[in-house]
């Protein structure tokens, strides 16, 4: 067990300094430089993973809020209402950012080219809906999560050390779990749609580059670049998302977490917060430019 602790608090650190590194980069190109289409969403998405990373792991937040002599149960509100909510942005922003790369290549004979020239338009309207439906949805488990306690212990479901679920009304469980389900099926649907959109674009214009370019290689295009590592990003997400689903339906119908499955669960739900950041900044060509600028510098230093 203090071997996945170990592994779960490394995953934690990487995580929250990779996204630190990656949302300090954004918050610098969209204040002072020109941005890329994609870079507004990439930033808020890279902000909802550094709340998802701290609050998920059980291991930052908490201790914060113990160290400022909070109650358990406001801890466990306040922590796992956050988490909720970081969650389902994460999985709507994910799913915005495919949206997004799908209408930026789409050609001009698309359906999808008509919204090219409102797509920013639409996206602060994207960003509006997105953050108040999550926040205001998620606000349900403030009601149905609190300090575990020793009475009436069979009708708690105790999720970390010192927090539980308590049982819920079966109407409002019901309804909260289809929209929650709608929600998530609807969105990876999308997101899968999507991808498959840009892998046949993708596929018929490496074909027609071949063609053009028999002879020589042709040179990978920002756009190209940055499609690849979307769909990456959706591969990872999507898999991730069906292995916590999987964890959680079965301690949901067993109405138990055992430790070590709840330890491998916070490092399933980490995963995509701590790969996303990786992935992004060995993409993109002005991380790498910078970071080379900076080891070359060294080098004539030292």
């Given at each position: 067990m203090s071997t996945l602790n170990n592994i779960l608090y490394f995953q934690s650190v990487l995580g929250v300094l990779a996204?630190?590194?990656?949302?300090?980069?954004?918050?610098?190109?969209?204040?002072w430089h020109r941005p890329k289409p994609t870079d507004l969403i990439s930033c808020q998405l890279t902000f909802v993973h550094i709340v998802i990373v701290l609050t998920g792991g059980d291991l930052w937040?908490?201790?914060i809020l113990e160290s400022l002599k909070?109650?358990?149960?406001?801890?466990?509100?306040?922590?796992?209402?956050m988490n909720r909510a970081m969650r389902g942005l994460s999985i709507c922003i994910t799913c915005l950012l495919s949206v997004f790369q799908a209408v930026t290549i789409s050609p001009s004979t698309s359906f999808l080219a008509k919204f090219k020239h409102?797509?920013?338009?639409?996206?602060?309207?994207?960003?509006?809906y997105l953050w108040s439906f999550n926040l205001s949805f998620s606000s349900r488990w403030i009601f149905y999560v609190g300090a575990f306690t020793n009475v009436s212990e069979s009708n708690q479901m105790k999720v970390t050390k010192y927090c539980s679920i308590f049982?819920?009304?079966?109407?409002?469980?019901?309804?909260?779990?289809?929209v929650t389900i709608f929600r998530d099926?609807?969105?990876?649907?999308?997101?899968l749609t999507t991808s498959a959109y840009m892998v046949i674009i993708l596929f018929r214009h490496q074909r027609q580059c071949k063609h053009l370019h028999s002879i020589s290689q042709p040179r990978v295009s920002p756009e190209k670049?940055?499609?690849?590592?979307?769909l990456l990003l959706v591969v990872v997400f999507v898999v991730m998302y069906w292995v916590d689903f999987i964890i959680s339906y079965?301690?949901?119908?067993?109405?138990?977490y055992n430790p070590v499955i709840l330890t491998a669960q916070k490092f399933v739900m980490n995963t995509y917060p701590t790969i996303t950041p990786l992935v992004q900044i060995s993409s993109d060509n002005r991380i790498t430019n910078i970071l080379k600028k900076i080891q070359s510098v060294r080098h004539q230093i030292f």
């Open positions: 996204n630190m590194f990656l949302l300090f980069f954004y918050t610098v190109i969209i204040l937040l908490t201790d909070f109650e358990n149960d406001f801890k466990c509100k306040t922590i796992f209402y409102k797509l920013k338009a639409y996206t602060i309207y994207a960003f509006f049982p819920k009304n079966y109407i409002i469980s019901a309804l909260s779990s289809t099926v609807f969105l990876v649907g999308v997101m670049r940055a499609t690849q590592t979307i079965t301690s949901v119908l067993l109405l138990k």
